[in-house]
């Protein structure tokens, strides 16, 4: 694996070798029948196993009660924008969003298409550095539903704690999903692109309770209806069959690491490597308060933009790959997310250490 670098794409984000190497064998030959994993039928009882697998796996690990159905959509995260509103407001009622950066506000744009919707918290005039605490905002009580974002990918916040809500409790979980430990029976509706902690780009994992599931209007296309996935076990037509089949194998590679409490550890310790050097000068600086600091994304500055265009050359130079920040706020970021290794994490700490000592302010 020589020519592998350390990769800190925000996503799609780095995967584990072993899945990579696992994969590509299967693609060209799935369990000795001589055909490839993408070439073969859905309805095979090999795919099915497969599908089977990556499910139990992940109610396994999350432990997901028996009340809620896993579905296997496509369109990305962002159709889920339009689909939780669309099967979970009805004509004329209302729901509840924070706004804490971007992905929460292309939701409510979304949203707002389908019913009255009320941001009761954003911290958009502070570039979105923070979550909201619970005693910073109140629900109205017409609210049929309460939608957060757990992790913002862009500005590097996350909740430590979820919001706590007698509401139907929806959350984008696409870069924080099997990073810690969560109770899934506080929420009514859990969802994420599978992109950034879970396998490639293609599929996108909507944890349902059941009797939400008959919520739906009935003039809603089929196939953006929850329940028609539902129903059918997410077969209703061809699913995203190469995805399912990654978030398989990156869900055993998981259990084999210990399973998320062993994660959420290493997850941690990672970015505490990180926010330490952060902390220790006054060269770089977090973009996010620290009572609201992702384990996952950590965005950065440095004294300046000329700086930073450098930093970023030269990391890319020693092995240290996507760390430019994202284009609504500059800078640095360094996605740290499951699959990324902990060596990985070290070599930039080092890095930035010098790089800082050769080029002073
Ligand atoms: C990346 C991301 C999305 C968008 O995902 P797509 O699959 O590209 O639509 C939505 N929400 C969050 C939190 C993300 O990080």
């Not at 809500?165 to 979980?173: N, P, W």
């Not at 994202?326 to 010098?354: D, T």
């Amino acid at each position: 694996m020589v020519d592998r670098v350390y990769n800190f794409s925000p996503g799609p984000g780095t995967l584990p070798v072993e899945v990579l190497q696992q994969a590509s064998k299967d693609v060209l030959n799935f369990k000795e029948t001589g055909i490839g994993l993408i070439e073969m039928s859905h309805r095979s009882k090999e795919f099915m196993a497969v599908a089977d697998t990556t499910e139990s796996m992940l109610r396994e690990l999350m432990e997901i009660p028996d009340n809620y159905k896993v579905l296997f959509l496509q369109g990305g995260a962002s159709s889920q924008f339009f689909m939780i509103p669309m099967n979970l407001l009805g004509d004329g009622k209302k729901a509840t969003y924070l706004n804490t950066g971007t992905w929460s506000k292309k939701a409510i744009k979304e949203a707002r298409l389908f019913g009255d919707i009320e941001v009761a918290f954003s911290s958009e005039e502070q570039t979105f550095n923070r979550v909201p605490t619970q005693d910073e905002y109140s629900v109205d009580s017409a609210s049929e539903y309460l939608y957060f974002v757990s992790n913002n990918t862009i500005y590097g916040t996350q909740f430590s704690s979820f919001p706590e809500t007698d509401k139907v409790l929806i959350s984008d979980m696409s870069s924080d999903i099997l990073s810690r430990k969560i109770d899934v029976s506080k929420f009514g509706l859990i969802f994420a692109g599978a992109q950034k902690n879970m396998g490639p780009a293609g599929v996108t994992i909507v944890i349902i309770r059941e009797d939400l599931l008959d919520k739906t209007p009935k003039n809603t296309p089929t196939m953006l209806t929850y329940k028609t996935h539902a129903d059918k076990g997410s077969m209703f037509n061809t699913p995203p069959c190469f995805p399912i089949y990654v978030v398989g194998e990156v869900l055993k590679w998981l259990k084999k690491k210990g399973g998320i409490e062993a994660i959420e550890q290493i997850n941690i310790e990672k970015a505490g490597l990180l926010y330490d050097c952060i902390d220790g000068t006054e060269y770089y600086r977090g973009h996010a308060e620290k009572a609201s600091r992702s384990l996952m994304n950590i965005s950065f500055n440095l004294p300046n933009a000329d700086l930073e265009a450098k930093f970023i050359a030269e990391a890319t130079e020693v092995g240290l790959n996507g760390l430019k920040g994202h284009r609504s706020i500059g800078g640095c970021r360094a996605s740290i997310y499951n699959a990324f290794p902990r060596e990985g994490v070290v070599k930039l700490v080092e890095f930035m250490k010098k790089f800082e000592a050769d080029n002073p302010a």
